[in-house]
């Protein structure tokens, strides 16, 4: 079975085909970082003008890479929300048109259930129950996933999402944007302890997140030094804040692991890709005995085989959607 996966609901225009819901033939993806990076951040009007005018082209580069025709397709499978709806529609509308053009089934996909099915594509033998640690521009959830297409959220954000926090830091300390990437890379130079910026946990035993703080944290202290005449080490700060906002993420998904019995952890999202968490996750599971699951950096960002995998399972539990299909920005997970 192939499934032409669509993904638009940000500032990247994807397209994918996907065989069996996990073997990847193609991936195209047309980043709009650089049209982006000027204004510091994702402009929703321009967005969904560049996916306008990008959407064909990825499709037909999706299928020639594939080496298929439309004709050669099963199922199409279109991120539907949460997003910009402006952007989202982009997407939905190709899928839609190609769907009633070639009289293919269209499923509707979440797009963060796409950043987990990510997992099913980069590690053949998974398969639900496991606990997933969803990480990335404008989520972060602790998820139970009890099946392909049944999952409870156990911990969110209550205010900023982890990416967010990166972002806004990388911003304050001047790296550019997207800031995780950078301040990934920074932080290695960094000396984690030199600032104990605060952890917060909120209440006992609450799996929620709260990241609105730090970015204060880190201003203050930028600004306490500056007046005091001291130079900022910008590789400390980076460094010192990822250890506040990791320390905080690795103890929450691991307890979660171990109150529900899940010898299973599932990293997605964007954030997924950052070296430090990935390194601090392994050394946590290893002390508990629970296996670790995370995606190669390119399938953690926004990418349609992400798509095309979670439509895959959607459609093979008998779920489909008709033209009606609209687009949801907030849609809950
Ligand atoms: P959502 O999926 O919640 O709708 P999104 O699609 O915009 O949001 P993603 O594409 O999943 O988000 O991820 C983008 C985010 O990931 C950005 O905030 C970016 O800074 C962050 N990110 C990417 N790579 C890294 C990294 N190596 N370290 C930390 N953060 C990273
Ligand atoms: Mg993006
Ligand atoms: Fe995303």
């Known amino acids: 079975l192939l499934t032409m996966g669509i993904e638009s609901s940000c500032d990247e225009t994807s397209v994918a085909i996907v065989a069996e819901g996990r073997q990847v033939l193609s991936n195209i993806i047309a980043s709009q970082i650089e049209v982006h990076q000027v204004f510091g951040g994702v402009v929703p009007e321009i967005a969904s ?19 298929i025709t439309m ?5 199409i499978g279109v991120t539907y929300g949460p997003g910009l709806v402006g952007a989202l529609l982009i997407g939905l509308a190709t899928a839609k048109a190609y769907a009633l053009a070639a009289d293919k089934p269209l499923v509707g996909v979440h797009h963060i259930q796409g950043h987990i099915s990510a997992n099913y594509i980069e590690h053949l033998n998974l398969e639900p129950p496991f606990m997933a640690l969803v990480i990335s521009g404008g989520h972060t959830n602790i998820v139970e996933v009890t099946g392909y297409n049944e999952c409870r959220v156990l911990g969110k954000t209550r205010d900023d999402a982890a990416g ?10 001047g790296l550019g944007y997207p800031g995780g990437p950078l301040i990934d890379k920074i932080a290695k130079e960094g000396d984690p302890h030199t600032v104990e910026f605060k952890r917060v946990f909120l209440e006992k035993d609450s799996l929620d997140f709260s990241f609105s703080g730090i970015k204060t944290g880190v201003l203050n202290y930028i600004n306490s030094e500056k007046q005091a ?6 590789a400390d700060v980076a ?7 990791l320390d905080v993420i ?10 529900m019995k899940k010898d299973k952890i599932v990293l997605a999202g964007g954030v997924a890709a950052n070296s430090k968490l990935r390194s601090m996750m392994e050394e ?11 995606p190669s950096p390119i399938l953690c960002t926004d990418n349609a085989a992400m798509i095309g995998c979670a439509a895959y399972y959607k ?3 008998g779920i489909t959607d008709d033209l009606t299909l609209d687009a949801i920005p907030n849609l809950p997970l």
């Open 250 to 259: 690795v103890t929450k998904t691991i307890s979660a692991a171990v109150k």
């Open 71 to 75: 004709e050669q397709v099963d199922l």
């Open 284 to 294: 946590a599971c290893r002390r508990q005995g629970i296996a670790l699951y995370y």
């Open 49 to 67: 003008r560049h996916h306008l005018s990008n959407i064909n082209h990825v499709t037909n580069q999706a299928l020639v890479q594939a080496g």
């Open 164 to 173: 967010e926090a990166y972002d806004k830091v990388a911003r304050v300390l």
């Open 315 to 317: 459609y093979k539990s």
């Open 239 to 245: 460094a010192s804040f990822q250890q506040a906002v």
């Open 229 to 234: 005449g001291r130079a900022i080490n910008t």
